[in-house]
Structure formats: C-alpha cells, structure tokens
C-alpha cells in the first residue's frame, strides 16, 4: 500500500498545501539541504548539502559524533525544524513549505517520533499518553482507543503500569511507553533519537526486536543511535560527520567493515551516557 502511495514522477508538479502531483518516487528524500543557526560566535552549520533517500521498509540507523548533525536530520524528516535551504519531501508532501499547523496534522498522522528524553505528559497515566496522538487525530472511534493503547503498551511490556504516572516509573519504563505513543495512530514511518539510551542491554534488545518486527510489517525506521551494535542490526547505516553524510552502507557493505576502527569515538560514547543517566 505504502509503495503504490509514495511514488512520483520526476518532474515535480506543485500543488497548495505543499504536495507533490503524484506522491513521492521514494519514502523520503532530502534534496541538498543546508540548514545553519546564527550565534553569537557567527554562523554554525549544523547540515551541509545533505542528499539523503530512504525507501519504504529500511531500517536507517543514523550514527555520528555528537553535534555532527544527527538529530538536526530527523528534525528536517519529522517537520520538527525546517531546512535553510534545500527540499525535504516524505511522500507526496514538501514538509519544508507547510505551516505549524499543517505539519502538526500531517506528522500526527505519518511519523512516529521518539524523542530522547521521553516528553510524555506528567498529569496523563500512561495508557492516556498513549491515546493522545488518536484524540489529537481523531484517529479511531472513542471506544476503541483505550483498546489499542493496551495492546501497544503491551507489545512493550508494560501493560502493569498502564494506570499510573509517568513519575511512577522509571526512566527506561518511560522510553518504552514513548514508543507506544509513537505508533498509537499506525504511522508508515517512525524516527527514534537515541531510543534505548535509558536501557538496560536487556530491554534494550526487546526494543529493537520490536523494531525489527515492525519493519518485516511494512514500517519504516530511522534511529539515530551511538551503539555500534544496534546499529549494525539496522539493514542501513548512515555516518554524519561535520553535518555532511559520510558514509551510507547497506548491510552487506557493513558487515565487510565491522573490523574496521569505530568511526564514533569511546570518549563521545561515554559523554552520551553521562547525558542520559543525568
């Protein structure tokens, strides 16, 4: 269904509300975008003419010294930030043109997003943040939200704690139940920003067994991740460094480099670790 929905020709057509004419030849595709932030030491450059394609059904794990440019590339995907310059199209729609209200619609409805430090609701139990994406998108009938929610917290074993606060449980139960939240309204697409940092290595595999699952259910997934391990259990690996892609390399073009020396370094996986357990 995805394949036939994201298809476009290649001359572009626009039309209003930033779509293209007939969807989107690939899933994704960023189109040199540059994306710069002005401060008081001058201009940093955080993207740099980045080109990227990802088709429907990948598993891209994004990986990169810290501020290479890794989660400025998801925020260009989701709509969260928008591009200097460039074009940033997922299916048929130019997420760069839409307006804020435009982009929360469409990102409530296509991406799932998991965010780094879990942002889930502290007055909402959790299945209740896990309805909000289907009451903000009216997605599903009243009746049957609360149901799935269940079933999503149960797909990442959390059913137990399904009424109670988000204080209530630990930083690693909270990641899990941000993932549910994230595929509450069954979006094509789900991006995740260090999703197992809060983990133990344990919980850490169930999660990217989920995600594995997902992705043999016709999801797309892009993780932006600093294990080598994880990464490598993506079918793709797309290296940032100094806000240009490095590297991209499918999984049999890794497999061949898995001897090579670790392109992030000890020091910077350490300083990620100290800023998740902080």
């Not at 740099?48 to 260009?76: C, Q």
């Not at 909270?174 to 290595?201: C, F, H, K, Y």
């Not at 699952?213 to 460094?241: C, F, P, S, Y």
Request: hydrophobic letters at 40%; charged letters at 20%.
């Amino acid at each position: 269904m995805f394949k036939r929905w994201f298809r476009r020709n290649k001359e572009k057509h626009d039309l209003p509300n930033g779509r293209y004419h007939n969807g989107n030849e690939h899933l994704i595709e960023l189109h040199d975008v540059v994306k710069t932030y002005q401060g008081e030491a001058g201009t940093f450059v955080a993207l740099d003419h980045v080109d990227l394609i990802v088709d429907p059904g990948d598993f891209v794990a994004v990986i990169g010294k810290s501020g290479s440019g890794k989660s400025t590339l998801i925020n260009m995907i989701t709509g969260i930030d928008r591009p200097t310059s460039g074009e940033v199209l997922v299916g048929d729609i130019a997420v760069h043109t839409l307006n804020e209200g435009q982009i929360a619609v469409w990102r409530g409805r296509q991406v799932g997003v998991v965010f780094q430090f879990f942002q889930l609701l502290p007055t909402l139990t959790v299945v209740e943040n896990v309805m909000l994406p289907m009451d903000f998108c009216n997605m599903y009938g009243l009746g049957e939200r609360e149901e799935r929610a269940l079933e999503l917290l149960a797909q990442v074993d959390m059913t137990a704690h399904a009424y109670k606060l988000p204080t209530a449980i630990s930083g690693g139960q909270q990641q899990r139940v941000a993932i549910a939240r994230a595929m509450a309204n069954d979006p094509p697409i789900l991006v995740a920003d260090e999703p197992t940092g809060n983990l133990d290595s344990v919980t850490a595999d169930s999660i990217l067994r989920l995600f594995e699952g997902l992705i043999e259910n016709g999801k797309t997934i892009l993780m932006v991740t600093h294990d080598l391990d994880l990464a490598r259990r993506a079918n793709r690996t797309v290296q940032l460094a100094d806000g240009q892609i490095v590297d991209s390399s499918t999984e049999q073009q890794s497999e061949t480099q898995q001897s090579q020396p670790n392109p992030i370094s000890e020091t910077d996986h350490h300083e990620s670790d100290e800023v998740h357990h902080a």
